[in-house]
């Protein structure tokens, strides 16, 4: 438990970034009926844990590489509680399939040495079901894309 408070506090301390203006600008400028829609752009929704039943909310940018299409980067920030932290970018090396899905296997190891973390699962323009497991603790993420209601203050982390 002790361990899981360090990371929580290491990562909130991480987290006083540009990470809420970055989502906000992806969320103002994402085209839903853009074409062709790939998973890339905002998403947010919640994580939960299999193991202890936490659960928090989620935000994931999500951007191919410019220099090598074959790599998707997730920069992610999650909550928990009262607090937000996160914005660690996880690279995956995949590409689109013929519909637009974009399947995930991918890992990385955490910031502080907090373990290695692996997601499983596909993408659609529309949907982000993945499972993840890290340090001993797994379960899911389940995000849709951001709702804008004023183009001037979307809805973010």
């Known amino acids: 438990m ?10 909130l301390f991480a987290s006083c970034s540009k990470y809420s203006g970055d989502f906000q600008t992806a969320t103002k400028n ?5 074409v062709p829609l790939t998973a890339a752009g905002p998403w947010q929704g919640t994580w939960k844990s299999d193991v202890n039943g936490h659960t928090g909310p989620l935000w ?3 951007t191919q590489d410019k220099k090598d299409p074959t790599i998707w980067n997730f920069r992610y920030r999650a909550g928990w509680g009262i607090l937000k932290f996160g914005d660690y970018n996880h690279p995956v090396k995949t590409k689109l399939d013929a519909n637009g899905k974009l399947p995930l296997a991918g890992k990385m190891t955490l910031p502080k040495n907090f373990g290695t973390y692996k997601v499983v699962g596909v993408l659609t323009p529309t949907k982000f079901d993945v499972r993840y497991q890290g340090n001993g603790d797994k379960g899911t993420m389940t995000l849709t894309r951001p709702e804008v209601r004023d183009p001037e203050k979307p809805k973010g982390p």
């Open 60 to 62: 994931c940018i999500v």
């Open 30 to 34: 994402f085209k839903p009926k853009a």
């Open 2 to 11: 002790k361990r899981l408070w360090l990371l929580l506090a290491s990562l």
